[in-house]
């Protein structure tokens, strides 16, 4: 990830409902959650959490997929990991003892593909 792609992740996240919607993503998991689901839990319109999550998938943390009648949304794993990382890739100054226990919340938390889950 380079810098401009990280300030591009990090202005998505710096409204509080598309903060709101990332962290409801990566709770869903894999399942994904539909844009209703989305708007209801956060008692808005559908219009409205429609920029939001538009905002979210331009930046890349997020991603959709058609099912039916709805669009499900989905936490993009791999793009959070990349922010993570680019956060943390300096940060050790050849201490890797440092950034240990960020590392390893950053690696538990990445579920299992969607295809494993049946």
Not at 70 to 78: H, K, L, R, V
Request: with cysteine; proline share 5%; aromatic share 6%.
């Amino acid at each position: 990830m380079n810098e401009r792609q990280a300030l591009a992740s990090f202005a998505a996240l710096s409204q509080e409902t598309r903060l709101q919607i990332v962290r409801m993503l990566v709770v869903a998991g894999p399942a994904g959650l539909a844009a209703g689901v989305i708007a209801e839990t956060l008692d808005m319109s559908p219009s409205n959490v429609s920029f939001h999550l538009k905002e979210l998938d331009r930046s890349g943390l997020i991603s959709q997929q058609r099912e039916s009648r709805s669009i499900i949304y989905f936490a993009n794993y791999e793009a959070l990991g990349r922010l993570v990382r680019f956060l943390m890739e300096d940060c050790c100054a050849g201490h890797p003892e440092i950034c240990a226990p960020a590392a390893e919340v950053a690696a538990c938390c990445i579920p299992a593909p969607k295809e494993n889950l049946q």
